[in-house]
């Protein structure tokens, strides 16, 4: 999809100048919205997730400092850039207390434009990056929290307990439902070996599982006891094309530690409800 930006400026050629030379799929940007006041602007923001906003600052219906204003008390996260022709020190200065990223002056290079864009994509990409890794870690906390709690009510592998349902709305507000799929070793000959080479059957399930199972929409593959694991995959998938992708695992699992794997597949928070065995 890609970052988000909004143009706004009373001169309707120049947005559609800008909107149409610029790049941007070179700078990450999937959406491009343009404004030609505050007005049309706050119409598009309060329906549209906007990541960046480039803004004129003096505008006849409403001044672009007024509108960043009306951003911050709305509690918006949007990277914000004065483009304006009047290199006025106030102006600035009260541009960067209600947190800009900067204040260009007009007129400016579609080469300057794009740079000065590229950073702040940059900068929004690692910010997005380590949020989805610090909410995907703490999933799995969760998700280990739920387990170990399995473990200790004596709980087998297909049988699990499940998230309540004030933790299964934290952690997907807006995915319903998810699918999980348990997965564990079959030959149990030699424990202490398989006990030595936990590491590796660690690595090798969750590179295969992210390999295999990513365009299913993978969320995190939690590890919870010696070669078991819970993948949880964010959507309902499609039980024919996930055991293909399984018995895709399945092959390059065997090749890779000379096991056999198998797997339980349910739908829903509750995992010991409507399960499919799988190899």
Same mark, same amino acid.
């Given at each position: 999809?890609?970052? &988000?930006?909004?143009?706004?400026?009373?001169? @309707?050629?120049?947005?559609?100048?800008?909107?149409?030379?610029?790049?941007?799929?070179?700078?990450?940007?999937?959406?491009?919205?343009?404004?030609?006041?505050?007005? =049309?602007? $706050?119409?598009?923001? $309060?329906?549209?997730?906007?990541?960046? /906003? %480039?803004?004129?600052?003096?505008?006849?219906?409403?001044?672009? /400092?007024?509108?960043?204003?009306?951003?911050? =008390? =709305? !509690?918006?996260?949007?990277?914000?850039?004065?483009?304006?022709?009047?290199?006025?020190? &106030?102006?600035?200065? $009260? *541009?960067?207390?209600?947190?800009?990223?900067?204040? %260009?002056?007009?007129?400016?290079?579609?080469?300057?434009?794009?740079?000065?864009?590229?950073?702040?994509?940059?900068? #929004? #990409?690692?910010?997005?990056?380590?949020?989805? +890794?610090? =909410?995907? $870690?703490?999933?799995?906390?969760?998700?280990?929290?739920?387990?170990? @709690? *399995?473990?200790?009510? !004596?709980?087998?592998? +297909?049988?699990?307990?499940?998230?309540?349902? *004030? @933790?299964?709305?934290?952690?997907?507000?807006?995915?319903?439902?998810? &699918?999980?799929?348990?997965?564990?070793? #079959?030959?149990?000959?030699?424990?202490?070996?398989?006990?030595?080479?936990i590491s590796l059957y660690n690595y090798c399930m969750r590179t295969v599982s992210e390999k295999y199972l990513r365009e299913l929409d993978l969320d995190v593959t939690v590890s919870y006891k010696d070669a078991e694991w819970l993948l949880v995959?964010?959507?309902? *998938?499609?039980?024919?094309? %996930?055991?293909? @992708?399984?018995?895709?695992?399945?092959?390059?699992?065997?090749?890779q530690t000379a096991h056999s794997y198998c797997f339980y597949i349910t739908v829903g928070a509750h995992m010991q409800a409507s399960q499919r065995q799988f190899g």
């Amino acid at each position: 999809m890609g970052l &988000t930006i909004l143009l706004v400026d009373d001169d @309707q050629i120049l947005t559609e100048k800008t909107k149409n030379s610029l790049n941007w799929d070179s700078l990450g940007i999937g959406m491009v919205f343009t404004a030609n006041n505050i007005h =049309e602007a $706050k119409g598009i923001l $309060k329906v549209y997730k906007v990541d960046i /906003l %480039l803004c004129d600052v003096d505008m006849p219906m409403g001044s672009g /400092l007024e509108l960043v204003e009306w951003i911050r =008390e =709305e !509690g918006m996260e949007i990277k914000c850039i004065f483009l304006s022709s009047y290199a006025n020190f &106030t102006y600035a200065q $009260k *541009a960067l207390r209600l947190g800009s990223v900067n204040y %260009l002056l007009k007129p400016i290079s579609n080469k300057d434009l794009e740079a000065e864009l590229n950073t702040v994509c940059d900068e #929004l #990409l690692k910010e997005h990056t380590n949020l989805n +890794s610090q =909410e995907k $870690k703490q999933r799995e906390e969760v998700w280990k929290k739920v387990l170990v @709690q *399995a473990l200790s009510d !004596g709980v087998g592998t +297909s049988n699990t307990s499940s998230l309540s349902d *004030a @933790q299964y709305s934290e952690l997907y507000p807006s995915v319903q439902p998810i &699918t999980l799929v348990l997965a564990g070793l #079959l030959d149990n000959s030699d424990e202490r070996q398989k006990v030595k080479d936990i590491s590796l059957y660690n690595y090798c399930m969750r590179t295969v599982s992210e390999k295999y199972l990513r365009e299913l929409d993978l969320d995190v593959t939690v590890s919870y006891k010696d070669a078991e694991w819970l993948l949880v995959l964010k959507n309902f *998938a499609d039980y024919d094309r %996930l055991e293909e @992708q399984l018995s895709k695992m399945q092959q390059e699992l065997n090749e890779q530690t000379a096991h056999s794997y198998c797997f339980y597949i349910t739908v829903g928070a509750h995992m010991q409800a409507s399960q499919r065995q799988f190899g």
